[in-house]
């Protein structure tokens, strides 16, 4: 990724002005370098749901410069680098002390070009919304890049070579986030909860998944998670046996996905 001092030099007005609207060879290839420069990274995480959404909304609401970023066989590599430069701008941003849903925000706006383009000759569009970011899809997108994130901090948090006994605080926030994400995703029951984090973690995971749900069941923003199990049932429960547990016939879908389905 840009380190801070690429990122805080950066012309953001300049670049969408002169750069990536541009189809030429050397634009072209300067696009190429980073984006080999980024695939290259071991460590980075790219965020396929926004990624999409991305391409989904330039399509949308900027036909004309999706169109021509298509044509010069820019459109992937472009939408890729413009979502690792606006992580990059959100961590700085964040590092100068501002907060991180306006950090976010600031940064979205600077690189993921998510206006729609001004077409005077075009009539004016009667509804307005069709041209907006749907709030939902939106926050999914939120929720899922804060998920990668975690995820990625636990990997190598509880990876064999780095795994530290006594208590990390990285550990317990990036575990409640994922927890979080699932939950509110609809794996609302301590099994179905459970079964998710397996899925994404392994078993590096099973001696905090109690402690983890725990963290959002309490949590008074998760007032609204209908559905939870509560504290003395999980405590009591046994993750081997949900582990190795078959779906009753009264679950006639594979729990996770029942509880998912309207995600």
């Known amino acids: 990724m840009s380190d801070a001092a690429e990122v ?10 002169e750069g990536w609207m541009t189809t030429d060879n050397e634009t072209r290839q300067s696009l190429e370098t980073e984006y ?50 606006m992580w990059a701008e959100r961590d700085l ?10 950090a976010r925000e600031e940064a979205e706006k600077g690189w993921l070009m998510l206006e729609p383009e001004d077409d005077p000759d075009e009539e004016k569009v009667e509804d307005e919304e069709d041209y907006a970011w749907p ?16 995820l990625a901090v636990l990997q190598a948090k509880l990876s064999g070579s780095q795994f530290k006994t006594g ?18 995703k609809g794996a609302r029951s301590f099994t179905a909860y459970t079964r998710a984090m397996i899925d994404d973690m392994g078993d590096s995971v099973r001696p905090f998944l109690k402690s983890w749900y725990l963290g959002v069941r309490f949590d008074p923003r998760a007032a609204g ?24 016939d009264d679950e006639p879908d594979d729990v996770i996905e029942q509880e998912y389905r309207n995600w």
């Open 8 to 17: 805080e030099a950066a012309d953001v007005d300049g670049v969408l002005a």
């Open 36 to 85: 080999r420069k980024f695939k290259a990274d071991p460590e980075l995480i790219h965020n396929l749901v926004m990624h999409q959404r991305i391409l989904e909304t330039w399509e949308r609401s900027s036909p004309k410069m999706y169109a021509r970023l298509k044509k010069a066989g820019t459109l992937e590599m472009t939408a890729f680098v413009s979502q690792q430069r």
């Open 93 to 102: 941003l964040e590092r100068a002390g501002m907060p991180p849903t306006d």
């Open 135 to 150: 709030a939902a899809d939106l926050e999914k997108m939120r929720a899922e890049a804060e998920a990668a994130k975690a």
């Open 167 to 184: 208590f990390d605080p990285e550990i317990l926030q990036a575990g409640i986030t994922l927890a979080g994400y699932h939950i509110e």
């Open 225 to 248: 998670f209908d559905g939870m199990s509560g504290a003395a049932e999980v405590d009591a429960a046994d993750v081997d046996g949900i582990l190795t547990e078959k779906v009753g």
